[in-house]
T-cell receptor, first 116, second 114 residues
Framework: GAVVSQHPSWVICKSGTSVKIECRSL??????MFWYRQFPKQSLMLMAT?????????EQGVEKDKFLINHASLTLSTLTVTSAHPEDSSFYIC????????????FGNGTRLTVT | QKEVEQNSGPLSVPEGAIASLNCTYS??????FFWYRQYSGKSPELIMS????GDKEDGRFTAQLNKASQYVSLLIRDSQPSDSATYLC??????????????FGAGTRLAVHP
């Protein structure tokens, strides 16, 4: 069964508005979650690492003021796309490890964002 | 040079054949290697993980790792049409400051035809 739950699965919003995506770990605590973005026919690109109780670590080229990440509890991380534009339309996927170290990532079902 | 490289395909194989998917990586310090399957419009699902040189088998899937050659592969035996998907190779980076980052290849699209 799913170990990471992501909501919503899809969202359509108007340009200039903000969208919040939730990622929950089910039945385990995740001190670290990872947010990826995937454009059509491209690979997954890591956007940021979400750390419970501290600031997120953003990858080079990802605007921290545009993609706000909050990891307020051990089971919930949120990504808010602020002032969304059509070029932000993408597939956003969160992930977490059940165990730390070298254990694999488990992914949520993803959120398809379309900005009109 | 990309950190994780895969042939984009498509790799077309007949039903029942063996599909061979390959991946090379650049960071010699990498310790963890994963294969994910991604159906169109869906998120990736874990197929195999491998951490030491050699072969690891799980059902119809065999992962092979050669750290000296910086090469990891996935074999799918008795391929089925339901195996048609994009297969992503992922490597956990050993780079300084990126200790826990999982780097993905662009994926190889596999098509299994009846």
């Amino acid at each position: 069964g799913a170990v990471v739950s992501q909501h919503p699965s899809w969202v359509i919003c108007k340009s200039g508005t903000s969208v919040k995506i939730e990622c929950r770990s089910l039945d385990f605590q995740a001190t670290t979650m990872f947010w990826y973005r995937q454009f059509p026919k491209q690979s997954l690109m890591l956007m940021a690492t979400s750390n419970e109780g501290s600031k997120a670590t953003y990858e080079q080229g990802v605007e921290k003021d545009k993609f706000l990440i909050n990891h307020a509890s051990l089971t919930l991380s949120t990504l808010t796309v602020t002032s969304a534009h059509p070029e932000d339309s993408s597939f956003y996927i969160c992930s977490a490890q059940i165990q730390g170290g070298n254990s694999p990532l488990h992914f949520g079902n993803g959120t398809r964002l379309t900005v009109t | 040079q990309k950190e994780v490289e895969q042939n984009s395909g498509p790799l077309s194989v007949p039903e029942g054949a063996i599909a061979s998917l390959n991946c090379t990586y650049s960071d010699r310090g990498s310790q963890s290697f994963f294969w994910y399957r991604q159906y169109s419009g869906k998120s990736p699902e874990l197929i195999m993980s491998i951490y030491s040189n050699g072969d690891k088998e799980d059902g119809r899937f065999t992962a092979q790792l050669n750290k000296a050659s910086q090469y990891v592969s996935l074999l799918i035996r008795d391929s089925q049409p339901s195996d048609s998907a994009t297969y992503l190779c992922a490597v956990k980076s050993g780079l300084s400051g990126g200790y826990n980052k999982l780097i993905f290849g662009a994926g190889t699209r596999l098509a299994v035809h009846p």
